[in-house]
């Protein structure tokens, strides 16, 4: 009778004996159990081993997610995920009526300890004094996500982005870098020279003061973006360069600018212009902003500097940068701006 070992094991057509035991045990075999499985057979119970393992970790970490999603929830409605919400000091908390219109500087002490640096909802939640609060930004969220997007810090120390609605004075992006010190907001600091943002205030005085049209004609030796003593002479050679007065504040010539603020306008009404167009004084503000300065001197050379503004020394706010801006495109009103559009609390009122 034919034999044939397979893993130590003897087959015959009706015995199955182990070569280390010579007792015979009489086994009902049939083709199944007496034939190695083809490829394709092993290949399926290799697939289905391989099933049965991935069915039990997905069970597992199912398991697991459900037990952590759990504990999160109870952690919410225990209260636990109050502690990320901003809470004030309930003695800073002040009085005011409840649906009725707050002024800005109930609105600067309540929000405090509030950051509005580079947000990126339209809204906000605190807690003041055991009381939630929800506050809607007048922020245009889409314009500030895309700002945001595209900030350059690499190089940067410190950056402040302002846009303004010139119609209203709502702020529609306010987006900031401080290098070294996040927790600062440079859109409200009066660390930036004013430059020749300051043309703005000459050239409004120079118009209302003296009268002169976006065509009068000036003329300026030298180079444009130089200031010389010499450049402030009323002196006219072949070399005398003409430029109308629209096409100087365009191109930003600082001669045509100096000779205005020393020959024309002088220290009063150079300071009288600034302060209407905001300068020395706080802006009406939700927050509390740092003014923009300016100080001048008796000295003719000095009020040309400050009015083409070629000094480092006449300081202000990117906020107040979008407020004359505004003023121009608003047909010479300069807007309060506002940030705030509604401040309610859990009963929406």
């Not at 807690?127 to 190089?155: A, D, G, M, P």
């Amino acid at each position: 009778m034919g034999k044939k070992t397979i893993y130590g094991w003897t087959l015959t057509k009706d015995i199955v004996t182990h070569q280390n035991n010579t007792m015979p045990q009489r086994l009902k075999t049939d083709k199944t159990t007496s034939e190695r499985p083809n490829w394709r057979e092993y290949q399926a119970g290799l697939k289905w081993s391989a099933a049965k393992k991935r069915l039990f970790k997905s069970i597992l970490k199912c398991s697991v997610l459900a037990f952590l999603l759990f504990i999160v929830a109870y952690r919410i409605t225990s209260g636990v995920g109050e502690k990320s919400i901003p809470r004030l000091a309930a003695d800073s908390f002040p009085s005011f009526n409840l649906g009725r219109s707050i002024d800005k500087k109930t609105v600067q002490t309540l929000l405090n300890h509030a950051s509005f640096i580079n947000l990126k909802n339209k809204s906000f939640d605190f807690v003041s004094n055991e009381h939630r609060f929800r506050v809607e930004t007048s922020l245009n969220i889409e314009l500030q996500n895309y700002l945001l997007s595209k900030l350059n810090t690499s190089t940067a120390r410190y950056i402040g982005i302002v846009a303004m609605d010139p119609a209203t004075g709502k702020i529609l992006s306010m987006v900031s870098f401080d290098k070294t010190d996040p927790s600062d907001n440079p859109c409200l600091d009066n660390r930036f020279p004013a430059a020749s943002i300051f043309k703005i205030i000459t050239a409004s005085a120079a118009i209302e003061k003296y009268g002169f049209s976006s065509d009068h004609v000036f003329t300026y030796n030298g180079m444009k973006h130089t200031l010389y003593k010499s450049q402030l002479k009323d002196r006219k050679t072949r070399y005398t360069n003409r430029i109308t007065f629209k096409d100087a504040f365009a191109q930003s010539v600082n001669p045509v600018f100096g000779k205005i603020g020393a020959l024309y306008l002088g220290k009063d009404t150079l300071e009288e212009y600034a302060k209407a167009f905001g300068f020395n004084k706080n802006i009406d503000f939700e927050i509390i902003v740092d003014p923009s300065c300016v100080a001048l001197s008796n000295e003719p050379y000095q009020w040309a500097e400050i009015a083409s503004g070629f000094n480092n020394k006449t300081k202000m706010s990117p906020l107040h940068g979008a407020m004359l801006a505004s003023a121009i495109i608003n047909q010479g009103q300069l807007l309060e701006p506002t940030i705030i559009d509604q401040i309610v609390n859990e009963k929406g009122r």
